[in-house]
């Protein structure tokens, strides 16, 4: 069985990661966020059968996107849209693992589908974007300055989440039956808050366990 850590930091707070926790109540819950126990519980066992660390790993997924809507987002997701994520960001972690890299990848994959990474790229007419993707031609165009000021790695990583997330793939998906979950605004706080998670707890080294 896979390990998780003890602790995660989300924002300024510290989470408790309870696990393998056995839901006495309902035994047919794998995972739990409490904001306000701060706590995340993740049960090793799924009907009464022991669970792959694929399934653990992204329960986990579930429950730190609830903590992060909590924390950077206040609590705007519904479930659905949290189980849409969970799927979503498994699958891009899993297929990217070039993307909190201390370098720049070359290119991303969504949900199969190949995007040529364009940075450092200079814009003609996009003044005050920092990140744009161009789906017809299947290209994420990111800045390396705005105003003459030189932008730091971890905000190009967080414009290259922020334009993930504005594609269509992952539109159509989120936005499948019911209104798209995040404005722009909600959007790049949801963005910030990922990957502060994903750095500070090095998310990453449980999905180079999965590969092992």
Do not use: W
């Not at 669970?51 to 429950?63: A, G, M």
Request: proline letters at 3%; hydrophobic letters at 40%.
């Amino acid at each position: 069985m896979i390990e998780l850590p003890k602790t995660v930091r989300i924002g300024g707070f510290i989470y408790d990661v309870i696990y393998p926790h056995v839901f006495i109540e309902d035994f047919d819950y794998t995972g739990s966020c409490s904001y306000y126990a701060q706590e995340l519980k993740i049960s090793g066992v799924g009907n009464s059968v022991e669970r792959s660390d694929y399934s653990i790993v992204s329960t986990f997924l579930h429950e730190l996107v609830h903590a992060i809507d909590y924390v950077y987002c206040g609590n705007c997701l519904e479930e659905r849209s949290v189980e849409k994520l969970e799927t979503l960001l498994f699958s891009i972690i899993r297929s990217n693992p070039l993307l909190f890299s201390e370098d720049t990848p070359k290119r991303v994959d969504i949900l199969g589908n190949r995007y040529e990474v364009l940075y450092p790229h200079v814009f003609e007419d996009a003044e005050g974007n920092l990140s744009i993707i161009d789906m017809s031609r299947g290209v994420i165009m990111i800045k390396d300055s705005i105003d003459s000021i030189v932008v730091k790695k971890p905000i190009i990583t967080v414009a290259l989440l922020f334009s993930i997330f504005c594609s269509g793939e992952i539109k159509n998906i989120l936005g499948d039956g019911e209104e798209y979950p995040f404005t722009s605004k909600k959007l790049k706080s949801f963005c910030n808050g990922l990957y502060q998670v994903i750095i500070d707890n090095n998310i990453e080294e449980l999905f180079r366990k999965l590969s092992d």
